[in-house]
C-alpha cells in the first residue's frame, strides 16, 4: 500500500477519549468528531515479520474525544510513548488499514524495534479532509524516522 509515510512519534502527553458504545471502528463519519479504537493484536502474528490474518484481535476500547473530561466519567488513553505512526487522509476500508499497520509492523521490526501487542485506529477531521490513524507503541531505541 503507497500514500503514507512512517515515522516514529514521541508523545508526551496521554490523548484522552471517553467510551462510544456506537462507534464503529470500520465505518468512520467526519461528523462523530474523533474517534480512537484499540485492539490487542494475534499473540502469534504481533510480532512477525509477514503477519498473516488473523491479524486483529479482540477490540479493547472504542470511543471519542469529548473534552473536556467530566469527573466520574471512565476515560481511556492513547498513552504517553514512543509511537511508530502512519497516516492517510482519506477514510480507510478494515483491508486497506490492516494493510497500513501490517506495513508499520515490518518497518518497526527492520528497525529492530519490538513493537508491543497493541494496535491503534485514529479518526479525525481536519483541514477539510477526514485523516486515518495508526499508532502502535514500542520499546527499544529507533535512530532514524
Request: hydrophobic share 40%.
Amino acid at each position: 500500500m503507497a500514500g503514507f509515510s512512517i515515522h516514529t512519534l514521541d508523545l508526551r502527553a496521554p490523548l484522552f477519549y471517553t467510551p462510544w458504545e456506537d462507534a464503529s471502528p470500520f465505518a468512520y463519519n467526519p461528523s462523530d468528531g474523533e474517534l480512537l479504537f484499540c485492539f490487542d493484536l494475534d499473540p502469534a502474528q504481533y510480532r512477525r515479520f509477514e503477519p498473516e490474518e488473523p491479524y486483529l484481535g479482540p477490540l479493547i476500547f472504542k470511543g471519542k474525544a469529548t473534552p473536556p473530561f467530566p469527573a466520574g466519567v471512565d476515560w481511556f488513553q492513547l498513552p504517553r510513548g514512543t509511537y511508530l505512526f502512519a497516516q492517510m487522509r482519506e477514510i480507510l476500508t478494515r483491508d486497506q488499514w490492516i494493510a497500513m499497520a501490517m506495513d508499520l509492523q515490518q518497518e518497526g521490526l527492520w528497525r529492530r524495534l519490538q513493537p508491543e501487542s497493541r494496535l491503534y485506529l485514529r479518526y479525525l477531521y481536519e483541514d477539510g479532509q477526514a485523516v486515518t490513524q495508526v499508532w502502535r507503541p514500542f520499546t527499544g531505541s529507533d535512530s532514524g524516522s
